[in-house]
Structure formats: C-alpha cells, structure tokens
C-alpha cells in the first residue's frame, strides 16, 4: 500500500467517525466499502466521491442534508471560503452569509474535539445533612413550563423524548388467523380441505386483530400557547415516531397539517420543516375557524376506529364564540374519545368564565391540564387506561 493511499484509507475512517459523533449509522463494513470505491473513481471528480460515499454510508432520506454538509466541512478546500469573498469583492458586492442549515450545530459539535477533562481535586470526606429538601429532579417535574429558564426547557426537552405513549387497545373488524380463535373460519376450512382431496381434517380458526386506536393532536400555537406548544411539540415529535397512525394539527389563524413533517426522526430536521410549513406562529387565536376547518376537510380522513382526540388551547378565542359551540359537538360525535388539555387548569382558583371555554366545555370528555413533566406523565397514564362512558358529568382536576 503506497503512503496516499493509506493516508485515503485513514481520511476515509476519520470521516465516519466524524458521521458516527453526528449520529448516522456508519460501521466497519461502510468504512471498508467506500475506501474500495474510492479506489474505482475517479478522485479528482468531487461529484463521483460525494456519490460513492453517500450511495454506502447514507441509509436514510433524512440524513442526506446531515451527510452533505458533513462532507462539504470535511473534504473541503481550505482557501475556498478566500476565493469566493475575493470574487464577490471583484463583482462589487458583499459576501452574503447562507443561512444555517438543519444539522449545522451536530457537525459543528461533531468536528470539535473532545475537551480534556482538568484532574478532580482531593475532595474532603462529605458531611451528612439531615435537612429535608426537594431534590433537583422533582423540582423540574413539578415546574411549570412558562417558568423555564433555557437550560431547564432543554432539560425537559431530553425527559419528554423518553415518554412513551401506549393507548389502550380496540378490537376492529378485521380477522387475522388464530388456532385458539373463537371464530371458525370456513372459507379457510374449505381452502384447507382441498389440499386433502376433499375431506375436512380440523378446522381453521381466526379472531380480531388489536391495534390501537388514531392519535390526533390539535395544538394551539397563538401568543399565549407559544412556549407551551414549543414544548409539546417535541412530546408530538416523540409519539409520532414511535407509532402508527398519528395525526398533528397546528392552528392559530388558520389549520396547519404537520403531520409529514414530524416523520423526519432527527427532530432539528424535523421542527425546520414544521417552522416552513407552519406561517402564523405566535398570532391570534380562532379555534372555531380552525376547528370548522378540520372538520370539513381532515375529519372524514383521520377520525375513524375510534380515534383518540387531543385539543391542546388556552380556549381564549380572539373571535369570541362564534360558531365554536356547534364545531365542538360535531368534533365530539365524531371521536370516541375528546380530552381537552388547558395550562390554565394549573391555577387552583380556575373558573370557566370565558364565553369560549364556556362553549366548548359540554363538549369533551376529559379536562386536564397540560403545563408540566408531571402534568404529560399524567396524560401519558390516562391515556393507557380504557376510555370511561359517555355522558357523566364533567369535572376539572389539575392533575
């Protein structure tokens, strides 16, 4: 092996490493494939080794922004940034700064080199205190959201992503095969027999197939919902990725659908698409458009088998109540389930006086607040039990 050739083969694992701290899947076997390839182009393409590498390294849609960008810092040329501010100055025009791409901080954290850690000093021999007190962990449950510092948000953040969401199973009407079934199944029989020339030796049995019910979110995102939906979001973005058959909805002014963009696992990626797609963030609030909206294009689509309905707002309505009573009753009858999830609910002296929280309070099955690592842990255990009857009447807890 010549002297360029090892110092590729080395440039090469050096670069999966650099892939690996930024958290796509690149092993051994990817590290040796695309040194041999390396071999088979042509080097001096920039194109045919971008291509190469990203055909081997590459997995998934979504790390192919990670990828590039990772390539570009890595395989650079050191005295292109130079060259381009030179032309732009001979063009007469400032260097114009491109705006940072999803991923751009991974990599950054991912090219700096690891900080050595200073030797710990001798420590004297800890003094036991007998003084009772909250440890920080219960203090960040317990904290309301809106009184987050930066460093806490991203705390809760990192505990919200672990949540796990399992809704309580249905029964659909679909039959999969089962030999301790309840059901016999004679069209399988029949099917069966005729293996056998006829004669019918045992009989085929099936039974309903479980699955949980849809999930659909309907967030508020106006001025006074902002930091909570901020939050919640990454809770959306953890359930949607974890399980089938979700549905995220934003409104402020108008209805936005998410749904596509909280696909994407690595949740940089992710909130960039829903920042595009999603124009009136921090803005009024008009809960009976949104939700006439929603019930005339999405309902049919997203609200069978017993869908589960999440409504995440304050039900301050910058339009007051109009119309909101009769989009309520109609969300209501076409779910099975309708939990109304208020931060306002954190207050222990909380009294529906508000004309919209008035009007869609006979609406829903459950009122809860939503404010709060306890508060998500609390829904997360509510929503894993089975759904309590219709038509009892409604009572409010902040739990």
Known sequence: MTAAAGM???????FARLLRRA?????????????????????????QARAALRGLMVHRHEHMDLFDHAFDLFWRDPN????????????????????????????????????????????????????????????????????????????????IRRLSLPLDLRRTRRLRPDTHGPRIDLAATLRRSLRRGGEMVDLSRSARVVRPPPL?????????????????????????????????FLFGTRLSNITRQ?????????????????????????????LQEFNQRWARRVLGQGAVVLLVTDGLDRDGAAGLAENMDRLHR??????????????????PKSSGIRAMLPHV???????????????????????????????WRSA
């Not at 958290?23 to 088979?40: H, N, S, Y």
């Not at 309907?218 to 399980?243: E, K, P, T, W």
């Open 8 to 14: 590729l083969s080395a440039n090469v694992m050096h």
């Open 23 to 47: 958290g796509l899947p690149v092993g051994p076997a990817e590290v040796i494939a695309a040194g041999q390839a390396l071999e088979l182009i042509d080097l001096g393409d920039r194109s």
């Open 80 to 159: 292109a940034s130079q060259h381009a501010a030179a032309m732009a100055l001979l063009e007469g025009r400032p260097p114009q700064e491109q705006p940072p791409q999803p991923g751009t901080r991974r990599i950054a954290e991912a090219m700096t080199p690891p900080r050595a850690r200073p030797p710990k000093a001798e420590e004297a021999p800890p003094e036991l205190d007998a003084v009772m007190t909250v440890s920080e962990q219960e203090q960040l449950r317990a904290m309301d959201f809106e009184q987050m510092s930066a460093e806490q948000v991203g705390r809760a953040k990192a505990e």
């Open 216 to 248: 659909v979110v309907l967030c508020d995102i106006s001025g006074s919902m902002a930091r909570y939906a901020q939050v919640l979001l990454h809770f959306l973005h953890a359930v949607a990725n974890d399980r089938d058959r979700v549905h995220v």
């Open 262 to 290: 909280l696909r994407f696992r690595d949740p940089e990626v992710a909130f960039q698409m829903v920042s595009h797609a999603v124009p009136d963030w921090s803005g009024g609030t008009r809960i009976g458009e949104a």
């Open 334 to 351: 076409s779910c099975r389930r309708l939990i109304w999830l208020n931060p306002l609910l954190r207050w222990d002296g909380f009294q």
């Open 365 to 395: 099955d459950e009122f809860r607040t939503v404010h709060s690592l306890d508060s998500l842990r609390n829904l997360v255990d509510l929503l894993s039990r089975p759904a309590p009857p219709r038509g009892r009447d409604l009572r």
